[in-house]
């Protein structure tokens, strides 16, 4: 059964700072996404990786694949206030066509 | 662009009642996803739909029901509402494609049952 585990699961940092959101899965996948949540709202898709050694980045925000270690990161530089939210890494795999979320990792910047 | 719209938004219920959530989707999308949002749980599969008339159980499908008559809709059932599921629930849709792989999000219903 796929099991998929985030850390940490809150994250407070001050603006300017660096960290990384780690994303685990206990299975083959062959496909992972993150997500951005904000308080009261719907999901936000923002990176979908489909091989080993997929990068993408966008603004302040950089997503790698690792398919052999079963691991993902989200890689926040120079963190400003805006970036607050939760983020959410999901792992499919084109047999079950389930999408399968980790906990999240509510992150807070701080001025 | 209505993309994955979800009614209603808000419900309050009476243990033992029941109801019909409702999902719709306008992008034409074979999958379709029922999850609930609870606090540190992250969001968890309830059921989900591989194309019209088919249904699968999720990770939680104890005390639910689901039906997918038409390619564009998802109704999530509770046939006898109980406090362990006031919850967020929100829907979701995807093209399963080559690449085109994500899944979009309605924005959710919030259901408190006392």
């Known amino acids: 059964e796929l099991k998929v585990e985030q850390n940490p699961l809150f994250l407070s940092m001050q603006e300017g700072k660096n960290y990384t959101i780690y994303c685990n899965y206990s299975?083959?996948?062959?496909?992972l996404y993150w997500y951005r949540q904000d308080p009261g709202k719907s999901l936000e898709s923002l990176f979908v990786l489909l091989s080993n050694g997929a990068v993408k980045q966008e603004g302040r925000l950089m997503a790698s694949l690792d398919t052999k270690a079963r691991l993902s990161t989200l890689h926040i530089t120079a963190a400003v206030h805006d970036l607050s939210a939760t983020y959410f890494c999901a792992v499919a795999n084109s047999g079950t066509y389930k999408y399968i979320f980790g906990t999240g990792t509510r992150l807070k910047v701080l001025a | 662009n209505a993309g994955v719209t979800q009614t209603p938004k808000f419900r309050v219920l009476k243990t033992g009642q029941s109801m019909t959530l409702l999902c719709a989707q306008d992008m034409n999308h074979e999958y379709m996803y029922w999850y609930r949002q609870d606090p540190g749980m992250g969001l968890r599969l309830i059921h989900y739909?591989?194309?019209?008339?088919?249904?699968a159980k999720g990770e939680v499908p104890e005390g639910y029901n689901v039906s997918r008559l038409k390619k564009q809709n998802f109704l999530l059932g509770l046939e006898s509402a109980a406090p362990s599921q006031t919850s967020v629930y929100f829907c979701a849709s995807s093209p399963w494609g080559l690449t085109n792989t994500e899944a979009f999000f309605g924005q959710g219903t919030r259901l408190t049952v006392v």
């Open positions: 739909s591989v194309g019209e008339g088919t249904t």
């Open positions: 299975t083959t996948s062959d496909r």
